[in-house]
């Protein structure tokens, strides 16, 4: 069973950075995996993608500002999202999350993933 813990999440000046962690346990190295982002009364969206490869996908909100990346051993992935200049409507709760597919979808959608962390609370103040 895989399990995802996140951390690195915490309260930051706008144009400020902070770097999100998520430990993957359980063999999931070889699937898509990803980061999403929910705020109150919204649907969790997506924010970046990266798969075995290291081909990475991002949503527009995201590009350029932040960079997704991973490192992997025998039985344990690490997840990051680097989140550079960040502005108040980056906060939310962010969860790391495996993708039912080897390849990411670049829509990211929700649906596509099947295990997820409990998230990490993002806070960007003006």
């Known amino acids: 069973q895989v399990r995802l813990l996140e951390s690195g999440g915490g309260t930051v000046q706008a144009g400020g950075s902070l770097t999100l962690s998520c430990q993957v346990l359980?063999?999931?190295?070889?699937?898509?995996t990803g980061w999403f982002r929910q705020v109150p009364g919204r649907e969790r969206e997506g924010v970046a993608t990266?798969?075995?490869?290291?081909?990475?996908?991002?949503a527009d909100s995201a590009k350029g500002r932040f960079t997704i990346s991973k490192g992997d051993t025998d039985t344990e992935d690490t997840l990051h999202l680097q989140m550079n200049d960040l502005k108040p409507e980056d906060s939310g709760v962010y969860y790391c999350?495996?993708?039912?597919?080897?390849?990411?979808?670049?829509?990211?959608?929700?649906?596509?993933?099947?295990?997820w962390g409990r998230g990490t609370q993002v806070t960007v103040s003006s």
């Open positions: 990266i798969d075995h490869a290291g081909a990475t996908r991002y």
């Open positions: 999350a495996v993708s039912w597919y080897y390849v990411c979808d670049e829509r990211i959608p929700q649906g596509d993933f099947r295990d």
């Open positions: 359980g063999g999931a190295q070889y699937y898509c």
